[in-house]
């Protein structure tokens, strides 16, 4: 199907194709009348469009439903994106708002024309309710503060009764990340998305519980992602759950029991189902659409996964925005054969309807971009939910607005429309009804999903089934206890998983894991053989006494080694009984005695593990740091002289600033090379150092590559920053180069015969001096020497051993002996950067001037868009990702070029004006003192994670933590912008603004 071909006719007037879309966030166009915007659609052959409702029958639509009578329930607001002061409550319970026209409405067709004709406000008085499920005698949905039952009970069609199902919940940080996608399960619970940033604790009401509950009796851990890996008998499964941030549960229809579904993503927001029985969502910012395993994790800006890695990915793609969501599931023959397998999904930043198709490898779904299905000459058209309704039409949720984005554009934008809204009817040619046809084993795979772990399934039967029967089977043992998983069925089910069906894979991963839970779950497993090694990994993620007393046993056979053996250390760290960590440290000392390095990392991981548990550091594990600490000191005091030597010749105690880093030279290639700046930000640049070869005979050419700044461009050059050769013996200055003012390496060339002779026999040394204290065009960097007569990438291992000192020095400043503390003293890292500080209204109009200059000049450049990734990769990546490369501190940049230049502009150099709430930075004040800023990543057990300005990782022990506060400042620093030079942010620019990904036509 090829998009853009002209539809049937609607109201009279031909559908249009659609025009190239507007990259900007305020669209330029004009408001419509619905009938207007009809003629804008286009879709494929075969299809046409029609109009279902409008204002002023509707307000804003977000969430659509079809009870059983075939009537449309849908969410309309006028509130949206704001919540109601909670003086406007009618009660505590915030039941009814004064004055607000939100309301859950019930539109029907009474004529059979394909448009609504009558409205019913079956409850009104809401604040922003999102979903909303048909049920019993009225409906279930959300509406700041609760997940609700309102309830028609005297017949007349209208709501006369507000009942809490659970609440209230958290809303207070976000509105548009809010309880949403309320769908009626197979299993007869009820799924929902717990949208980005708010944190919600549901709990089971006392008048819903089927049992009553002791109030005296001792209560289990709610159920949170911190805990996530312990067996559920050890938590308060099904009574409470906790939820930050982007999550997916379920829960019965009378408030009865609450679950986890899925753990992760970052602000999903539509739910569909295949006729397999599996669940999709969209996610608003991370991938478009996942296809969600029970128990899984999935990717949440930086949050670890659970041990067994994410789920898998189902779409590679972005299509264009990171606004995506309403998905729709298309099988069983319902559009015909030739459309089964194919999901639809609304993109509102790009005024369209995408379109995918699913194909399967085994159990794995993969997600192949399709031509889009919808697309639209009017561009307020904001596409934000879908339904299928009984008379097999698509039904969609129109947001129609000028303006989208919720930080993105100022939430008081002018702009913003507060009261239009449509409801679209997709018809294709042929199609009067929905009849779903189901193959015999997507029957069974729906019975056996959603009911009783099998009886009589054996080893077998189970070599017998194609891979997604299997998987069904599978999953299913998550839905009993775990005691009554058969390790050796699952183990035969391994064996029939194809290499790329890594779905299947994921899914018997987590049945396994879920039976070593169980008491006595490792009995009879190996300590040793190929078993023992598939059962090592799942090991690791069980908090219990018995998975680390098997691990521990399985260690000592030497079956693990490197990573896995740093890992399972780790893991023993925080699970094993405090008495047996002497025995770990003897394991971790007998296996890898001479191995300092990796002896480092295992004794960060067992502090980590430690901390993560509460549990200071013994004398054993600080004897044994102070014993690797003194190894590697020794890394700089070897017989052998180094290739390179550190001196510093700062204050004492300075932090070297130097590190390998891979950048650009002048001819496109990256080079690895020594930089002052190997970690972007202010206070790591404002350090100095100098780096000093050992003797060479000087060749007939030295070359080397150099970059670097001499301070601000617009400021004369200095000369504290310099590159030189000098005499082996003497020290002596023979030739001297100072950084060439550029990000991209520059060829420097010396030939012995030009430059004045030794005095003492030839031998020569390279230093490397940096001597600018600034917090920006501070640095230099050289790599590439040819000949390699002092290989740069000698420099590592002394860098790796400086990293690890680093981490020993923190660990044992206030407990190592007086003499090691010294030698530690000059490793310690530097304090993490300062908070960030406000803008004055002097600093914000300086800024305005300044956007303003850039734009100007920009619209006069080329940009050299190449460069420009590069410029990313070097200033941007260890905070933001963009197709998939880079790290996920900060907001996913994937179509950001939507944005269009300003907005940019003003994201890049004034980053505290726009700012999402999730990356407000928190500062975190500390019992001795101290102030780390940054930015929140949870808890990993007693320990608090956080993300400072270089992207480093921060762990706070929680007894160490004073207050955490929260600001309204970004992480990223405030004269970022200006640290580019000009003409490479011009380059970043035309970078970013590529990034929009639109489809061509």
């Known amino acids: ?194 949208g980005f940033n708010n944190v919600s604790r549901l709990e089971v009401r006392p008048e819903n519980r089927s ?15 911190a805990n996530a890996n312990q067996p559920r008998e050890q938590l308060d499964w099904g009574d409470s759950l906790e939820l930050q941030s982007g999550n997916v ?74 606004g995506i969501c309403g998905p729709l599931y298309f099988d069983g023959g319902v559009w015909g054969a030739e459309w089964n397998d194919h999901l639809l999904v609304c993109n509102p930043v790009t005024s369209r309807i995408n379109r995918d198709h699913i194909v399967f490898e085994g159990a794995t779904p993969k997600a192949v971009e399709q031509p889009d299905f919808i697309s639209t000459s009017d561009l307020w058209f904001r596409p934000v939910d879908m339904q299928l309704g009984p008379d097999g039409a698509v039904y969609v949720a129109d947001f129609y607005n000028k303006v989208i984005g919720h930080y993105e554009v100022d939430l008081h934008h002018p702009g913003r429309d507060r009261t239009s809204g449509r409801i679209w009817r997709v018809v294709k040619d042929g199609v009067q009804s929905v009849k779903r046809d189901l193959t015999v084993e997507q029957q069974l795979a729906q019975q056996v999903r959603f009911g009783v772990v099998p009886d009589g399934l054996d080893v077998a039967v189970v070599s017998t089934l194609p891979a997604r029967t299997v998987r069904q089977w599978a999953e299913s043992f998550l839905n009993g206890p775990a005691g009554s998983v058969s390790r050796p069925v699952i183990r035969a089910m391994e064996a029939t998983a194809g290499a790329g069906d890594v779905t299947l894979r994921h899914v018997l991963q987590l049945a396994m894991r879920h039976a070593l839970t169980a008491p006595g779950g490792f009995d009879g497993v190996p300590v040793e053989g190929p078993e023992a090694v598939a059962v090592r990994g799942l090991a690791r993620t069980i908090p219990t006494p018995e998975a680390a007393a098997w691990l521990l046993r399985h260690l000592r056979k030497g079956d693990a080694g490197g990573a896995d053996l740093v890992q399972s250390l780790t893991s023993l760290a925080r699970y094993l009984p405090v008495v047996e960590v002497p025995q770990l440290v003897a394991l971790a000392r007998e296996r890898l005695a001479g191995d300092g390095a990796v002896q480092a990392e295992l004794v960060q991981a067992v502090a980590n593990g430690l901390a993560e548990r509460g549990v200071p550091l013994d004398a054993v594990v600080l004897g044994w740091a102070q014993e690797v600490a003194a190894g590697l000191l020794g890394v700089f005091g070897e017989a052998e002289a180094p290739d390179w030597e550190v001196v510093t010749d700062g204050p004492s105690g300075q932090p070297s600033p130097w590190g390998l880093q891979k950048r650009p030279a002048l001819d496109g290639v990256e080079i690895t090379m020594i930089s002052s700046l190997p970690v972007s930000g202010g206070e790591w640049e404002k350090r100095t150092g100098l780096l000093r070869s050992k003797p060479f005979v000087m060749p007939e050419v030295l070359s080397f590559w150099l970059c670097g700044h001499r301070g601000p461009p617009d400021q004369p050059a200095h000369e504290r920053s310099f590159v030189r050769l000098v005499d082996g013996v003497t020290g002596a200055e023979v030739v001297r180069v100072y950084p060439p003012r550029t990000d991209a390496g520059q060829r420097v060339r010396w030939v012995a015969s030009e430059l004045p002779a030794s005095p003492t026999g030839g031998s020569r040394r390279l230093e490397i001096v940096d001597g600018d204290t600034g917090d920006a065009y501070a640095w230099l960097a050289v790599g590439g020497i040819d000949p390699a007569v002092v290989p740069v990438e000698n420099f590592q291992r002394q860098d790796q051993a400086r990293g690890q000192l680093q981490s020993l020095a923190s660990l044992l400043q206030y407990s190592a002996p007086r003499d090691l503390r010294e030698k530690l003293a000059g490793f310690l890292p530097p304090p993490p950067p300062a908070p960030p500080s406000t803008v004055t209204v002097e600093q914000r109009a300086e800024l305005d001037a300044l956007i303003q200059q850039r734009l100007k000049s920009f619209a006069a450049v080329t940009p050299d868009v190449a460069h420009g990734g590069r410029v990313f990769a070097l200033h941007c990546a260890n905070c933001h990702a963009i197709n998939g490369q880079g790290a996920l501190v900060g907001p996913q940049l994937e179509g950001v070029g939507q944005r269009g230049a300003e907005r940019l502009m003003e994201d890049i150099l004034d980053p505290n004006r726009n700012i999402d709430s999730n990356f407000h930075v928190h500062l975190i004040y500390k019992n001795d003192g101290s102030v780390v800023a940054g930015l929140e990543r949870g808890l990993l057990g007693e320990v608090l994670l956080c993300v400072d300005a270089t992207g480093r990782e921060q762990r706070i022990p929680r007894a160490d933590i004073k207050k955490n506060e929260v600001t309204g400042l970004s992480l990223m620093p405030a004269a970022f912008g200006l640290s580019i030079p000009e003409a490479d942010f011009y380059d970043l620019m035309g970078f970013l603004l590529g990034s929009s990904g639109h489809q061509s036509e």
């Not at 049992?211 to 992602?225: E, I, K, L, N």
């Open 211 to 225: 049992t009553p509950v002791d109030p005296d009796a001792p209560r289990r851990p709610t159920p949170s992602y």
């Open 249 to 322: 549960f379920r829960f019965k229809p009378d408030g009865s029991a609450v679950e986890i579904w899925a753990w992760g993503q970052v602000n999903p927001f539509g739910l569909t189902w295949d006729s397999w029985g599996h669940l999709y969502s969209a996610d608003c910012h991370s991938n478009p659409v996942t296809q969600l395993i029970r128990g899984a994790a999935y990717p949440s800006f930086g949050r670890p996964d659970l041990g067994l890695g994410f789920g898998p990915v189902l779409c590679e793609h972005s299509h264009g925005s990171t």
């Open 1 to 194: 199907m090829v998009a853009g071909v002209v539809a049937h006719l609607v109201f009279g007037v031909p559908v249009r194709a659609a025009a190239e879309p507007d990259a900007s966030l305020v669209r330029s166009g004009e408001w419509r009348s619905a009938e207007q915007q009809a003629s804008s659609f286009s879709l494929p052959p075969g299809f046409k469009i029609e109009l279902f409702a409008s204002e002023p029958m509707i307000n804003k639509p977000i969430n659509l439903a079809f009870d059983a009578r075939g009537r449309l329930w849908v969410t309309s607001n006028t509130e949206y994106p704001f919540p109601a002061a909670k003086e406007r409550w009618a009660d505590a319970q915030g039941s009814r708002v004064q004055d607000s026209k939100d309301a859950i409405k019930i539109l029907e067709d009474t004529n059979g024309d394909g448009r609504a004709d009558k409205v019913t406000d079956f409850v009104d008085g809401l604040n922003v309710p999102i979903g909303v499920l048909p049920y019993g005698n009225g409906c279930i949905a959300w509406s700041i503060p609760n997940i609700w039952y309102f309830e028609d009970t005297d017949g007349d069609g209208k709501c006369d009764r507000r009942k809490v199902l659970f609440g209230p919940l958290g809303y207070e940080k976000d509105t548009h990340g809010n309880i949403a996608s309320l769908r009626m399960g197979p299993d007869g619970w009820v799924y929902a998305t717990h």
